[in-house]
């Protein structure tokens, strides 16, 4: 079992950056696949990015690719969401996911793929 706290959320104009981070329990980190994911009021919760455990594979949704960047550092347990050139479309609580999997493959996009979930960090851009 893993637990996941995000954190890095907030308030922002249009344009600004955030750093979500999302902090993993247990001594197993690099052997999960990790993932965020989003969810805007009233839409299903999507898929934003992805990595592998080594962090060789990383994967993006076509609306942030050039502006998010994931990435982790398995020696604090921990994966990143860097947030550049924030729009309005991209206010939502964004969640962080683990899937045990050792295997270098960010190919994780739907929900049902990751078993363990934070309790996910609001983001607010406003225009």
């Known amino acids: 079992q893993v637990q996941l706290v995000e954190s890095g959320g907030g308030l922002v104009q249009a344009g600004d950056s955030l750093r979500l981070s999302c902090a993993a329990s247990g001594r197993t980190f690099s052997t999960y696949a990790m993932g965020w994911f989003r969810q805007a009021p009233g839409k299903e919760r999507e898929f934003v990015a992805a990595i592998s455990g080594n962090g060789g594979s990383i994967s993006y949704v076509d609306s942030v690719k050039g502006r998010f960047t994931i990435s982790r550092d398995n020696a604090k347990n921990t994966v990143f969401l860097q947030m550049n050139n924030l729009k309005p479309e991209d206010t939502a609580v964004y969640y962080c996911?683990?899937?045990?999997?050792?295997?270098?493959?960010?190919?994780?996009?739907?929900?049902?793929?990751?078993?363990?979930w934070g309790q996910g960090t609001q983001v607010t851009v406003s225009s």
């Open positions: 996911a683990a899937r045990p999997d050792t295997r270098i493959t960010s190919d994780y996009r739907r929900t049902r793929d990751y078993p363990y």
